[in-house]
């Protein structure tokens, strides 16, 4: 089994392009800063750099609300691959494929830690200002309990 889940801060905003051709879908690749457990002899905290690249809808979500600094969690699969560069050596590659992603922190703990003046966006971002509010959507009056997902 592949599966890796990795929790960390985007390094800088994610690098967005687009493939060509008819079906043209949205390329993402962003690198988080991974915290390890243990420290260095001096105390420091260390940190694995760890590229990532996400497809299409995930591509697009992370083109639309991501940016430097913000706290994800990363499920995906690690994926190797080679290329000649153009000097003729053979370069490695190591990425994960992001197969879903999560904020990891509140948009309020983002903002609160943020000292810079950069924009900040959520998962909310496009719902009408009397939702966002305290983070529950208002029920219609009406709806009956079977009409909702759940019990």
Do not use: W
């Amino acid at each position: 089994m592949n599966k890796v889940i990795l929790v960390g801060r985007l390094t800088r905003d994610p690098d967005i392009r687009y493939t060509q051709g008819d079906n043209s879908m949205a390329v993402a690749r962003y690198t988080l800063a991974v915290d390890r457990r243990r420290t260095s002899a001096d105390g420091q905290r260390e940190a694995d750099f760890i590229g990532c690249v996400a497809f299409g809808r995930q591509a697009e979500f992370a083109e639309r609300y991501l940016h430097q600094g913000t706290k994800l969690v990363v499920t995906g699969r690690i994926q190797t691959g080679s290329y000649t560069n153009r000097d003729g050596q053979k370069v490695y590659t190591t990425d994960v494929v992001v197969e879903d992603q999560e904020f990891a922190e509140s948009k309020a703990a983002s903002e609160g830690r943020q000292q810079s003046s950069a924009p900040s966006y959520s998962a909310r971002h496009d719902m009408p200002s009397d939702d966002i509010g305290d983070g529950f959507m208002n029920i219609p009056d009406g709806v009956e309990d079977e009409g909702l997902p759940f019990n």
